[in-house]
């Protein structure tokens, strides 16, 4: 029993922020520096969806409590476009907004994990997603699976040996963070017969829906409606990740168990960013995706080139094996070198067994800047 | 183990939204309507703090990701303004800053609970912190305080009395949510030597710290900044409840703790709001807050003298026993032709033990709308 001064074991078990310690160096570094280490965009939001076009004359109380699980307004239209974009019949039941997608897999999280729970978790693996599940006192179980995995047998294979009596759901990510790889529809529909086998639950992180450049993005709801919760970000689509807004769609009958975690974590999503959402499923939020599609597409392929890996099929990021370039300082090494030329990537640690990896956000800066930080790594591999 | 399609036994024991019911009658209510059931207020926050006043010219990259633990600027004058106000020192590693004090206090309830773990709440209780606890798998454990407790001793008494070998921590809330009422600082001495005796957590519920209108407000930090978690709000202090702000003061060892669990829960608050709350610790924010201290303040001695009850001592509620008012059909019966006549207010069993009381918010309406629906509660009580 953790009384004064310990904390819960399942908080001592979770990993702190993967940048603080880059941060701070980041903080005192003198020279250009290159932040491809934090997942996010260099654009302004769409002209139209910032805070200061909302107005209390416009929307009178916005700056008052939403309901708990969002404003009608947004939810009909999140209704809308995910029956136009998955054809699977959605009601206002089905979803929830939630505080940034990472708010709404918490909100997941914590409906459906009971202490001692196993949630697997196809690796390498979006960071949060572990944590999250050790919040609820669950585990994480990591699955190599994105270039482990050839074939959807081999998929289902994996999968199935890491289950246990204590499994409860899968979690995937595709287009995937930190990979940038896409999880091919025929694995995908494989993995959820064996979930429906094993009366498992689904979680699909698709937060990079927009942002699949080779391929369609496939919806995994569309499989399985009754077991999968799909999650989705207003922060990854439009350049709005500090406004923390993004949403759930999952089974109706599971639903308000999502909005009582969500009561009882962060109570209810922003109310002005919720209308800055609503703003942004429209025609000028359409623009904006379509020309960060456009010029995110392009970086991608500049820094797949340059450091002579195969071009991301989607998402933000480049995942590369760079153990060839260590040297008896290892990865902490290489991560020092990088830093002291102002380049900050994440270690591949972060995102399961990867000791040997680092991850690349070709976004998070302006193009001209990740070109250059592009090149302090091209160097630095030898390239 | 919760698999498809259960969800798990915490959340299946969290009540749900105490106000999801009467919010249906609300909306298709076709006369005027008294909505005194939710704590909010009427007012717009200060000019300068609101969201059309922040702008990406003044703030570039204001839609980005803010640190897990805050905007450098705002922790420091969240320092500031915590040694000016407590005495206590306090630095930044104090500090965290949280998607609401609701937010704020799941980030204590994950980080110090774990399954199993007992924390008292003293009672009438905010309905959210039972469920905080159960969130994270802890068994809330209310204990009858205010209305109950009439001494430091018996203080001590009501909260020996619930102890067992389980209990890691006490909750309070001063003044009161739903009693209005504050504790004695004599009582609350008392609680701080039984807590440290036992090495027990304190959690401090301190939103309405700005609104107590009789005494002055206890700072429950000032006693035992070793153990105590004390959690503010911009919401309530400021009248930016939809911006989801607050901040929690804590001891620094544990605070990365807390951290860990916003990361999962709801990552980062949002940067507007960040920066809206900077705006708000200021002549410009005081003076909101003298404003509404006074409003507030009338509002309760007007609604108190209209329903016969004693006058708040702070925050924005009164509590009553309507026991004498009801026949056959219970509270819910009273509730029923209270929302007859447009007026909502909230019943008691959500604050605990209570299945008699009823709360009513004096803020959360136009004054003269607050007055008219005060009238209405009056007439079904016989004043």
Known sequence: MPRHPRVAPSVAAVKGSVYTALAHRLASYEG???????GDTWMEPATGSRMQ???????????RYAPVVGLPSLIDAIVDRTRARTGVATERGNVLVAAGATGGLGTVG?????PGDEVLILAPFWPLIAGIVRTFHGTPVPVPFIGTVDSAESAVEAVEAARTERTIALYLNTPNNPTGRAIPPEWMAALVDWARAHDLWLISDEVYEDYQYRGQHTYLRALAPERTFSAYSFSKGYGMSGNRCGYVVGP???MPGLAKVATHTFYSTPTASQIAALRVLSDAGDAWVANAHERYAALGRMAAARLGVEEPDGSTFLFLDVAKHLDEHGLGGFLERCVERGLFIAPGSSFGPYPTHVRVCFTSAEPDVVERGIDVLAGLIGR
């Open 110 to 114: 914590g409906a459906i994990v009971a």
């Open 32 to 38: 250009e520096v290159y932040p491809l280490h934090i």
């Open 53 to 63: 076009d909302l107005t209390v004359e416009d929307h009178p109380g916005m700056h």
């Open 252 to 254: 109706a009958d599971a």
